[in-house]
């Protein structure tokens, strides 16, 4: 069984420009959600997406993040306009929907390091 | 200060030696857990300990969970080299769907051969 793949695994970028980031969960996952780690501090839930729709999205920092789950397969994360302070490890992580229990364990992608210069 | 804080941020030990994490939480929570991340991978679950749980086992570890203190701990016995990486626990909250959980800054550790 694949784990959850995430793409680009680096991307070095200047500010102001557009990055993207893709994540496919794990078949039949139904519930997929984005971390990022910045600057070495605590792992912060970013959104949660529940097929295609976002069961909460309180963590995403402001507008300029964009998240989609477009036919409740895989989730992009768009910057735009990417800054300074959105440096850091971008985590997307999966879970089942079939039972509470189920849904509790998370598997996580390896991230993707993003470097806004 | 943040829910889910992982002490010592970095520990490093001997080979065979014993290491203890200790995690302090503020809310009230569902459950517990334990990741482990290895450099440049993702995160790995490790255990998971429900609140009206007190202590569980898994292989080499073992976890500890006092509601009453808000404090977890997690104990990996006879230590190797390749369990250095660094170890966060996460709390799930109480929700009614999904499992959003909150993260500490993790502890670092690091296994001498």
């Known amino acids: 069984e694949a784990g959850v793949t995430q793409f680009p695994s680096h991307s070095v970028i200047e500010k102001g420009q557009t990055v993207t980031l893709r994540c496919d969960p794990i078949?039949?996952?139904?519930?997929l959600y984005w971390y990022r780690r910045v600057m070495g501090k605590e792992i912060k839930f970013l959104l949660h997406?529940?097929?295609?729709?976002?069961?909460?999205e309180s963590g995403m920092p402001n507008n300029r993040f964009l998240a989609e789950r477009t036919g409740g397969t895989y989730s992009t994360l768009k910057v735009q306009p990417a800054e300074l302070e959105d440096s850091g490890v971008y985590f997307c992580?999966?879970?089942?929907?079939?039972?509470?229990?189920?849904?509790?364990?998370?598997?996580f992608g390896s991230g993707t390091q993003l470097s806004v210069l | 200060s943040q829910q889910g804080e992982e002490d010592p941020q970095a520990l490093s030990i001997q080979e065979g030696e014993n290491a203890t994490m200790n995690c302090s939480y503020k809310?009230?929570?569902?459950?517990l857990q334990w990741y482990r991340q290895n450099s440049g991978r993702g995160l790995v679950h490790l255990i998971l300990?429900?609140?009206?749980?007190r202590e569980k086992h898994s292989g080499r570890l073992r976890v500890t969970l006092d509601t009453s203190k808000k404090s977890s701990s997690l104990l990996i016995t006879a230590s190797r080299a390749a369990d250095t990486a660094s170890y966060f626990c996460?709390?799930?909250?109480?929700?009614?769907?999904?499992?959003?959980?909150?993260f500490g800054e993790g502890t670092q550790l690091t296994v001498n051969p």
């Open positions: 992580a999966s879970s089942q929907d079939s039972g509470h229990r189920a849904r509790e364990k998370l598997f």
């Open positions: 078949s039949g996952h139904d519930n």
């Open positions: 997406f529940v097929k295609e729709s976002k069961q909460d």
């Open positions: 809310t009230s929570i569902n459950n």
């Open positions: 300990i429900r609140s009206n749980e």
């Open positions: 996460a709390t799930g909250l109480q929700e009614t769907s999904g499992s959003r959980l909150t």
